[in-house]
């Protein structure tokens, strides 16, 4: 039994027919680069979703350089965000001269604890950026009452958790801004590098167009220094096809997670994932938290031993990361987000495990330890 972290191919054979006529249909239209089927995809994401404006890009890290770029910050501004993520969501920050702040995560959800947000608050704070990290939303009502009462915009990384809700509101369509990624592995993902950006805001969208496309608003006149950021069409073509199946595939996921959730409960060595009350979950990610006695590394071979991936997202927190080894963080700063690195395993997650699949992963996993 071939078993992987992620599997694209089946999935792909899956939708094949549909897939591969898109493709065809791009290319015999010659329209590679802002091709009408962009403009069809973003018609179609904005429907989705649920908001008034996409902006799609060339993959999450842009969406989330682009949405910094449009706020108007300067150089010094302070960023909140979360040291428990993927580097992307601090480094556009730092890249634009930005400070990133970082606020402790929730030991549960794993994503940032909105009851810490105020008190990193500073006169220099500019904006929040919270992260749905492994496809559940963060507290949005609460980091949205705290951002109302300082007034500081929202920009939602929403790159792992595309369909995720709360109160029927869509990931990334909550706050000012929402990013997304459609790196082949995430939720909705394409056949190479994309991303997007939401808003609500018509004078934000109009900005975020524009800086996408080096900073220009009238054709060969530009306003401001920005990057050239783009969807091509050939991926476009493949994420309406895939938009199509999402709920599908979504439901996939957490009908896995289920099952996952079900075959460990008797193993008391893990911690199955937790899902906030306010928020659904759309799994990007199966993350278990081990007890702290338990030898990772050790499971992690003993399963590689039996041809089952398992990964540590993350190994290390981003204030511990080299790359802001400059801004003075020490261990200790944020303590769950350290211990959360020492102890999370994430197991293989797509659309398309089948049960036998999961017991084999789940049975390997008890028995690399005895306790259960
Ligand atoms: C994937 C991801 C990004 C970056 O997306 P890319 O398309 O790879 O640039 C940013 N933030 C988070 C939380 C992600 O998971």
């Known amino acids: 039994m071939e078993i992987k972290m992620v599997d694209l191919q089946t999935q792909y054979l899956h939708i094949k027919k549909e897939i591969d006529e898109a493709i065809a249909k791009v290319i015999d239209s010659t329209a590679f680069i802002n091709g009408p089927v962009v403009k069809e995809f973003q018609e179609n994401l904005a429907n989705y979703v649920g908001c008034k404006h996409v902006i799609t890009c060339g993959n999450g890290t842009d969406a989330l350089q682009i949405s910094l770029m449009a706020l108007g910050l300067q150089p010094g501004d302070e960023v909140i965000t979360t040291p428990f993520t993927f580097i992307a969501t601090a480094e556009v920050a730092g890249l634009l001269g930005f400070k990133p702040v970082f606020v402790d995560v929730h030991p549960d959800t794993f994503n940032i604890d909105a009851s810490k947000i105020e008190a990193a608050i500073t006169p220099r704070t500019k904006a929040i950026v919270p992260v749905h990290l492994f496809g559940q939303c963060a507290d949005m009502s609460e980091i949205l009452r705290i951002a109302r009462k ?82 091509d069409s050939i991926q476009a073509a493949i994420l309406n096809v895939k938009l199509r ?128």
């Open 245 to 372: 199946h999402l709920d599908e595939f979504t439901a996939a996921r957490q009908k896995a997670a289920e099952t996952y959730n079900r075959l460990l409960a008797d193993c008391d060595w893990v911690s199955t994932p937790a899902v906030a009350p306010f928020t659904t979950h759309v799994y990007h990610q199966y993350t278990l938290r081990l007890r702290e006695d338990i030898d990772r590394a050790r499971v992690i071979e003993k399963l590689k031993a039996l041809g089952i991936p398992a990964m540590i997202y993350y190994p290390v927190p981003l204030h511990l990361q080299k790359a802001f080894v400059s801004s003075g963080f020490r261990e200790g700063d944020f303590p769950v987000a350290e211990k959360l690195s020492r102890t999370v395993l994430s197991l293989p997650m797509h659309t398309e495990l089948d049960e036998k699949q999961q017991e084999f992963i789940v049975e390997s996993l008890k028995s690399t330890s005895k306790s259960c």
């Open 150 to 231: 300082h007034a500081l915009p929202v920009v939602e990384d929403a790159c792992q958790a595309i369909g995720a809700t709360i109160d029927g509101k869509m990931a990334g369509t909550m706050g000012d801004i929402g990013c997304t990624s459609f790196f082949p592995s995430k939720n909705l993902g394409c056949y190479g590098d994309g991303g997007a950006i939401f808003t609500n805001d018509d004078a934000l969208a109009t900005r975020l167009r524009g800086i996408a496309n080096h900073g220009s608003f009238v054709k060969y006149h530009h306003d401001m220094i920005g990057v050239n950021s783009r969807l």
